[in-house]
């Protein structure tokens, strides 16, 4: 949505500045960008009553007061004798008609209106229609006007089940297809309601007698209806997020009062169908809940004040207003108050956690700690696939048609997340992944599982340095032995994977309880407490190592170059090693091969860019008495 600075100030009883109208609706929770005297609003989908100049004024209120009520006609209307039927009460509970005609022709609009298409860049088409437009801008109220001569049967309104075509207003073709909400006159579909009306019954700039609908319809039925057949429409916008029941004389009282300032009216009529009295929420008066939720003091009397600025009914319970649809809970309540206090001004305080042990959540920890101390990493995937695999659960609704299954194997997971590393230059690769797997037997079954993948070098040290992971290491881990193997080890055949990396890949999945029962069987203390790592993401450019030999004259000097090591700080330096080791008792020397490799996260590094940090990582060492390295 998009206003006029302007436009906006006219609702408001103070005139802030734009700097401080724009700090008070980031306040508020409503993003926005500014261009010029032009807000662009981006609210979230549960704020449609903030679709509005008035909208944003109800929620400003609390800061700036809100102006004169709008100048709406108030005299007596004649009710008119609309031949409708409502077949779908249950998707449209309240619908207002109005019937107005005019006398000549109305070619200059007055300045209000004139600015609200120059400045939005917004195109007029006819002036009931652009009174329309003008109205939701206003109210944010979506109203749609028939060319009155057109009506000359029965106006039934019915959602119902469609197979037939319909020319929209715009004159654009569409093939309706299953429900939809829709207006039809003599078997014939003149409006997709809540979206667009059709191009039988549309205005035109001779049109002096309308027909203006205005109505509620539940959100459900509205939802996904302009995306589906390509319609962009602010109408279905607003109604998608709910509009206010309460409300439909209010705007169609405007309606008259902006067409009278235009035009000579003739006639006017209307006529208001509700099949029920909607009923207004309310919520008791809980402020020791509010102040438990949020970790605050207020008092009653405060907390009432906030909630009447911003419309709220303040008497024995909270009366929620007819506008707004997200309210229905001391949790929305206290949102509220959140906002209008301001998130910042809330002092924080340290968050009280249950010490209530939760079994699964503790077995899983156990898990994990005892992959992290063996060098392990940790990777998180969807929980859904593309392959369907034996009693695979299908979902009805996937985000994404490449994942439409619940995975029954963390197996092709992992599988791509090894690729992915060993194509960024990795050739130690040791993932497990901990998740939720499930089947589908005669019911669903949910299980978590623990699932492993290796393959690569065992690691950097040199004493594993050129030693390599395999299943024989992996039964280790597991605790078993490799000739009477308890669990059954996967190797991952290479063929099919279109890599040219030779290193042989084992997999293993087993359930997270019974590998906790077997790794228990030795001693609680495999499965100690550490501190985990924290996640690092995988660079996209290259990287570069350098091997260096350190020369150690005096045997005590070792230590120094292990403490060197681990002290090495250089933000192009992603690891250091050491990858062969020689003592040479005779000379009392000990010769040490150290790897340092070097990438970036943002750039592809140059030789100018390594050597820098070489030159600036090397000098500690070499000013060591007793430690060399040969050629430098």
Do not use: W
Not at 2 to 23: G, T
Not at 166 to 195: P, Q, R, W, Y
Not at 355 to 378: A, H, L, P, Q, R
Not at 587 to 606: A, P, Y
Request: hydrophobic share 35%; proline share 3%; glycine share 4%.
């Amino acid at each position: 949505m998009k206003f006029v600075y302007q436009d906006l100030l006219n609702f408001l009883a103070e005139k802030p500045s734009k700097e401080l109208l724009s700090e008070k609706l980031f306040q508020l929770g409503h993003e926005h960008e500014i261009v010029g005297d032009i807000f662009d609003m981006e609210l979230t989908p549960n704020r449609g009553d903030c679709l509005s100049l008035d909208g944003l004024a109800r929620d400003l209120n609390i800061f700036f007061g809100k102006a004169e009520p709008l100048k709406i006609f108030e005299g007596d209307i004649e009710q008119n004798n609309l031949n409708f039927k409502n077949l779908s009460p249950d998707v449209c509970p309240k619908i207002s008609f109005l019937e107005i005609e005019i006398k000549g022709s109305s070619n200059t609009y007055k300045p209000y209106l004139e600015n609200y298409f120059s400045l939005l860049g917004i195109n007029k088409t006819n002036f009931f229609t652009d009174v329309s437009n003008y109205i939701s801008y206003e109210l944010g109220q979506p109203t749609h006007c028939f060319d009155f001569n057109t009506i000359n049967h029965e106006l039934i309104f019915e959602n119902r089940n469609c197979d037939e075509s319909f020319k929209t207003l715009l004159g654009s073709d569409i093939k309706l297809e299953s429900k939809n909400c829709i207006f039809s006159v003599n078997n014939e579909i003149i409006s997709l309601a809540g979206v667009m009306g059709g191009m039988s019954t549309s205005c035109s700039t001779e049109t002096k007698k309308v027909l203006v609908e205005c109505a509620f319809f539940t959100p459900e039925a509205i939802i996904g209806k302009s995306v589906k057949y390509n319609l962009t429409s602010d109408a279905a916008h607003k109604f998608e997020r709910g509009v206010d029941i309460q409300a439909q004389e209010k705007v169609l009282r405007r309606f008259i009062e902006i067409v009278s300032d235009h035009a000579l009216i003739k006639n006017i009529k209307i006529q208001s169908f509700a099949e029920s009295q909607a009923q207004q929420n309310s919520i008791p008066v809980n402020v020791k809940k509010i102040n438990k939720i949020l970790g605050i003091d207020i008092d009653e009397k405060e907390y009432l004040k906030y909630l009447s600025k911003l419309g709220f009914g303040t008497g024995k319970e909270i009366a929620v207003p007819s506008y707004r649809h997200d309210i229905s809970s001391q949790n929305d309540l206290a949102e509220e108050i959140a906002r209008v206090m301001g998130y910042n001004n809330i002092e924080s305080k340290p968050l009280e956690i249950s010490k209530k042990k939760d079994k699964i959540f503790d077995s899983v920890n156990k898990v994990k700690n005892y992959m992290i101390k063996n060098g392990f990493s940790e990777v998180i995937n969807f929980p859904f696939t593309k392959n369907e695999a034996g009693k695979s659960i299908s979902i009805d609704n996937p985000l994404d048609s490449n994942r439409n299954y619940l995975r029954t194997s963390l197996r092709d997971s992992l599988l791509e997340n090894l690729l992915y590393n060993e194509r960024r230059q990795k050739d130690s690769i040791k993932f497990f992944e901990i998740s939720d797997l499930y089947t589908k037997n005669n019911q669903i079954n949910q299980e978590k599982k623990l699932g492993i993948i290796i393959s690569g070098r065992r690691g950097h040290n040199y004493l594993d340095f050129s030693k390599k992971l395999d299943n024989v290491y992996l039964s280790g881990l597991l605790n078993q032995d490799s000739k009477n193997q308890a669990f059954v080890i996967e190797e991952i055949s290479r063929k099919e994977l279109k890599t040219k990396k030779k290193d042989r890949i084992f997999y293993f999945e087993i359930s997270v309880d019974e590998i906790l029962k077997h790794l228990l069987k030795d001693s609680e203390s495999r499965i100690d407490q550490i501190n985990f790592i924290k996640y690092q993401s995988v660079s996209e450019f290259p990287s570069s190592s350098r091997d260096f030999s350190f020369s150690i004259k005096d045997l005590e000097k070792y230590d120094a170059v292990i403490n060197y090591l681990s002290d090495l700080n250089d933000e192009n330096l992603k690891d250091a090693f050491i990858f062969d080791f020689y003592e040479n008792k005779k000379l009392n020397e000990i010769k040490v091969g150290v790897r340092l490799i070097f990438q970036s996260n943002f750039n592809t590094l140059s030789e100018e860019d390594i050597q820098k940090s070489v030159n600036k990582l090397l000098q500690p060492i070499i000013d060591i008495e007793g430690i060399s390295i040969p050629g430098i």
